[in-house]
């Protein structure tokens, strides 16, 4: 038999229980949001696909497809991108799908930007934002006397955007922004071989506390080169399977800086020293 706890017990237990929380998730606050961070984010996309019920959908065998009848004509070869694109990163991560993606089609950007509070910033063909992708339709970008499918498939937003989600659901959220976009990047290059601002030098490195912290307050075009740079460099040094079993520290909790001394030998600092010693021999 089992005695029901009085109300003058369960208060100071409950006050304990979260004070041991509190202070466990700030010693180890990693480790707190691969727990917290997935539960919030499944909450975040139920909403958004509740708000986009207006569309139309069209299922793929990994995809769901959500449009409005303007972008109808550009469903199938949105699909056939992102199968593609899953494929390899299918591979790349050794990924394991659970749930069918969601992708939206927005037929004009400041709906989309509204939809999913982005700044004022340059404007952005897609997004991936909470288990969701976002893009922009097609035809609002690419010039109408080019080969749609070929500048999509070369320059579109979906490889990009789908690696960002992977990353998000292989290490629970527990990724700083600069590690996934430098990913996402080197998707582009790796399958597509297209390079962020190709031939836009740079002359110095962010410090590991200006990327990790304020990436979004420096300035873009060096912002996203360095991440870039600095996963490339681990990707030709250490390899594919390096890059893997750090995402993989990164779902148990750990920092970024404990994966890389753990997987690479090397701290932030050095990291970033190393890899813009190799970007300056290169150029
Ligand atoms: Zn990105």
Redesign the pocket.
């Known amino acids: 038999m089992r005695m029901a706890l009085k109300e003058p017990v369960i208060l100071p237990l409950c006050v304990a229980a979260l004070f041991l929380l509190t202070v466990f998730f700030s010693i180890y606050p990693c480790f707190g949001k691969v727990i917290l961070y997935p539960i919030y984010r499944e909450f975040k996309k139920n909403s958004m696909s509740y708000q986009n019920a207006r569309f139309n959908v069209e299922k793929s065998e990994n995809f769901r497809v959500h449009y409005q009848d303007s972008s109808r004509e550009c469903v199938e070869m949105v699909i056939d991108n992102a199968e593609k694109s899953l494929k390899v990163l299918i591979e790349d991560f050794d990924y394991k799908l659970d749930c069918k993606i969601d992708i939206i089609i927005y037929p004009e950007y400041r709906e989309m930007a509204k939809k999913i509070g982005l700044g004022t910033g340059s404007t952005a063909m897609g997004v991936y934002y909470s288990g969701i992708i976002s893009i922009l339709e097609p035809k609002k970008w690419i010039r109408e006397n080019l080969d749609i499918v070929r500048v999509f498939t070369a320059e579109g937003p979906v490889l990009?955007e789908l690696t960002?989600y992977v990353i998000d659901y292989k290490t629970c959220g527990n990724v700083p922004v600069w590690f996934t976009?430098g990913m996402?990047l080197y998707e582009e290059y790796k399958v597509n071989n297209v390079q962020w601002a190709y031939g836009k030098d740079i002359e110095s490195f962010y410090s590991p506390d200006e990327l990790q912290n304020d990436f979004y307050s420096l300035d873009e075009i060096s912002a996203y080169k360095q991440s870039f740079i600095i996963v490339k460099y681990i990707e030709d040094n250490f390899g594919n399977e390096a890059v893997k079993k750090i995402i993989g520290l990164l779902k148990s909790g750990s920092s970024l800086e404990q994966a890389f001394i753990r997987i690479i030998k090397m701290d932030m600092k050095e990291l970033f020293i190393k890899a813009f010693e190799y970007y300056d021999a290169g150029r």
């Open positions: 990009h960002h976009e996402a």
